[in-house]
């Protein structure tokens, strides 16, 4: 017998009353010690609850403020470019992942340079679906150098958490990643295993993942549904000395 837990129950009772305008638009739940004695839960349940309402897009924190309802739904799931492993192992983004294809394929040209190996040498590759609440999300190709990819077991490919692990086994260290971003439509490819038609834009990520000794360990071609996502990212403005003195970039 399958119980539901704690948090669920709660969670549900208060979707409902964000759904049903209970807890009008860009007004403030009640506190959470309130819900606490409410619910008859304890408060690590409750903030659990309002966690997934977060998760949803529906609340947001604000701090030393308390949680409040947006004024506006969020519209679709943020990815995270710069701290995406750190959102799946947080729960902040529930992803399901499904290994689709794991083989070994000649390089084409444009990965085996940036991975600098022969052209048409033979690379580790993986085709990945991730789902978010039950529908597609993205589809990926991952391009690995098998002497590098030779610790990467199918269980490991298949989760999101896959670079995390990674490291852990193999004791390779990833320090950067180069992105290229661009807009495109979807191939037929990519409407079977998305779910789409022709008129929704993917929006697309290549990835270069380079270790310590600025080796380039990985490519990541991602391809996201852009009628659900939404791409962000941190940078860290260095400053560089030219001709016209420092600058901050």
């Not at 409040?68 to 992942?97: K, M, Q, Y």
């Not at 391009?143 to 490991?156: G, I, K």
């Not at 995390?164 to 950067?176: A, C, K, M, N, T």
């Amino acid at each position: 017998m399958i119980t539901t837990p704690l948090y669920q129950h709660v969670y549900q009772e208060l979707r409902r009353r964000v759904d049903s305008r209970a807890y009008p638009q860009g007004t403030s739940l009640p506190s959470e010690a309130n819900l606490e004695k409410e619910f008859g839960v304890s408060l690590i349940t409750i903030r659990r609850a309002i966690h997934e309402l977060e998760l949803d897009g529906l609340v947001v924190r604000q701090q030393g403020r308390g949680n409040f309802v947006r004024d506006e739904p969020r519209n679709g799931v943020v990815i995270g470019l710069s701290n995406f492993t750190s959102l799946v192992a947080d729960g902040r983004l529930r992803l399901v992942r499904t290994l689709l294809v794991d083989d070994m394929v000649p390089a084409p040209g444009e990965i085996a340079e940036k991975l600098g190996v022969q052209p048409q040498s033979m690379l580790r590759h993986l085709v990945r679906l991730d789902c978010e609440g039950g529908a597609p999300l993205s589809v990926d190709q991952v391009f690995m150098p098998p002497v590098l990819a030779s610790r990467v077991d199918r269980q490991m490919a298949a989760s999101p958490l896959f670079l995390h692990l990674w490291q852990q086994r193999s004791g390779i260290h990833l320090v950067r990643t180069e992105f290229h971003i661009t807009a495109g439509a979807p191939k037929e490819e990519d409407q079977r295993l998305l779910l789409i038609g022709p008129e929704v834009p993917l929006l697309i990520t290549d990835e270069l993942i380079v270790d310590a000794s600025g080796r380039p360990a990985v490519c990541v071609q991602s391809r996201y549904r852009a009628d659900r996502c939404q791409l962000s990212g941190v940078a860290t403005l260095v400053q560089r000395r030219t001709k016209q003195g420092p600058i901050g970039e």
